[in-house]
């Protein structure tokens, strides 16, 4: 019976049991098995063509290939730093002759892998390869081989030191840093620091590996690394995912050429926004007329008004057309919003009006985009439903859909107790696109607790 007719948490139990390493490209398999076989190449040379090597008690041991592997293939893991691999190694060879002294065969066995164990993971220098040298100890000992705390300086130690700078020689050679870089942490940076990787110090990227059990498996600032390149992969991938029609407010309220400055005035300030789209009256996009300049002819007729002595009478009061702007370039539904990042980011770009056929359609603004990031941080899911999110994206493709409207986002509940702004607020908010609440530059959330409308 195939997998996927079985039940879902079947699935879950048997997928653990499966790989859970990523496919490695054959560069990387090629680098990591030719580096360890050449390792061990210059270790027997080395061996071979030391005179009366075996009577000298210098010859090979087999940890020296399972240093091999964490020094060629994971040279990024805490177990394979020189400090690791160096003590680990040496004091797995010294905690057996000790134990022996005390403790006769068998019962040495389990007592010098444990403690050589114990002792590695004491000193922070844990390296699964020593363990065996502690075994080894034990077993020549019963062979009638016994080795003291010699050996442990040659040729353990010795032998150590020159895989270690073979290492740093072959990983430097395909631009792979070993040892690991230390994570670079500047007080004076804290202040500006972006992204929960970059504000978290060394102490706390340690605890939380500590908390999850990897502090074997990942050295902090490569989490650190990690945790900034996943946050910018997740926004570029969200970004360039979501499109403008299903994050743009639409039908958006406008103002027509020839509405006077006192309804733009009202209705940017009932909607709370900087920025209306203006439309002619078959709802073809003409431009944009901003607040500043709204404000700047308002302030010029407050000023006509004020004058002492004025004998004409006041001019005329200013229509949208002699003020908004045509130079703001239009988008269509389907583009990423991933491309506008970088128009957005303009401190005098505020909105960007989406249209079809000359006709518009929405608005989009960075405050939509803020609301977009803010929705899919990890910060608005618990650890359980992330688990549970990364269970169901494995096993089906999850579809979009925007989020519905709840029971707070209506006219009532927004503390409207006058019938007539109840009923412009319902006019507004049939007007505008049900979406999140959000509290810059939008037409939603700001008309709907005045309970104002403009139309």
Not at 184 to 202: D, I, N
Not at 347 to 368: F, K
Not at 421 to 443: C, F, N, W
Request: proline share 8%.
């Amino acid at each position: 019976m195939p997998i996927s007719h079985l039940p879902k948490n079947v699935r879950r139990q048997l997928r653990r049991f499966g790989p859970s390493m990523g496919r490695r490209p054959a560069v990387d398999i090629l680098r990591g098995a030719v580096g360890a076989g050449v390792a061990i190449l210059v270790v027997t040379f080395i061996v071979a063509t030391l005179p009366h090597s075996r009577q000298a008690g210098i010859y090979l041991v087999s940890s020296f290939a399972s240093m091999a592997v964490l020094l060629f293939v994971l040279p990024n893991s805490p177990l394979a730093q020189p400090w690791s691999a160096m003590m680990g190694m040496m004091i797995s060879a010294v905690v057996p002759v000790a134990v022996l002294m005390v403790t006769p065969p068998p019962y040495a066995d389990g007592l010098a892998v444990g403690g050589s164990i114990a002792a590695m993971m004491a000193a922070r220098a844990l390296h699964p390869p020593a363990a065996g040298i502690a075994l080894l100890v034990v077993l020549e000992h019963e062979a009638g081989r016994r080795l003291g705390f010699d050996f442990a300086i040659f040729p353990i130690a010795v032998m150590t030191v020159l895989m270690i700078g073979f290492a740093m020689l072959w990983n430097r050679l395909f631009g792979i840093s070993y040892p690991t870089r230390p994570l670079a942490y500047h007080p004076a940076h804290v202040g500006r620091a972006r992204g929960p990787a970059r504000s978290l110090s060394q102490r706390d990227l340690s605890n939380l590996l500590v908390e999850f059990n990897q502090s074997a498996n990942m050295d902090p600032a490569d989490l650190a690394r990690l945790m900034a390149v996943a946050e910018h992969r997740a926004a570029e991938s969200l970004l360039a995912d979501t499109h403008v029609r299903d994050l743009m407010t639409q039908n958006p309220v406008t103002v027509s050429p020839e509405a006077p400055l006192s309804e733009i005035v009202r209705k940017m300030t009932a909607l709370n926004v900087h920025t209306l789209p203006v439309v002619d009256n078959s709802g073809y996009y003409l431009g944009v007329v901003d607040q500043h300049d709204a404000l700047e002819e308002l302030f010029k007729e407050f000023d006509i008004l004020r004058r002492p002595l004025r004998f004409r009478a006041a001019p005329p009061e200013a229509e949208v057309r002699a003020i908004f702007h045509t130079d703001i370039e239009t988008v269509e539904g389907d583009t990423p919003v991933g491309e506008l990042l970088e128009r957005l980011a303009r401190r005098e770009a505020r909105v960007v009006p989406v249209t079809e056929s000359g006709r518009l359609v929405g608005i989009l603004t960075r405050t939509d985009i803020m609301a977009l990031l803010l929705e899919h941080s990890p910060a608005a899911h618990t650890e359980a439903e992330l688990d549970e999110e990364v269970y169901d994206d494995e096993e089906e493709p999850s579809s979009k859909s925007t989020p519905a409207a709840s029971a707070e986002d209506t006219p009532e509940r927004a503390g409207n107790t006058d019938p007539e702004e109840a009923e412009l607020a319902a006019e507004l908010h049939q007007s505008t696109a049900r979406r999140p609440p959000v509290y810059e530059d939008t037409q939603y959330d700001t008309a709907e607790s005045r309970g104002e409308s403009p139309k």
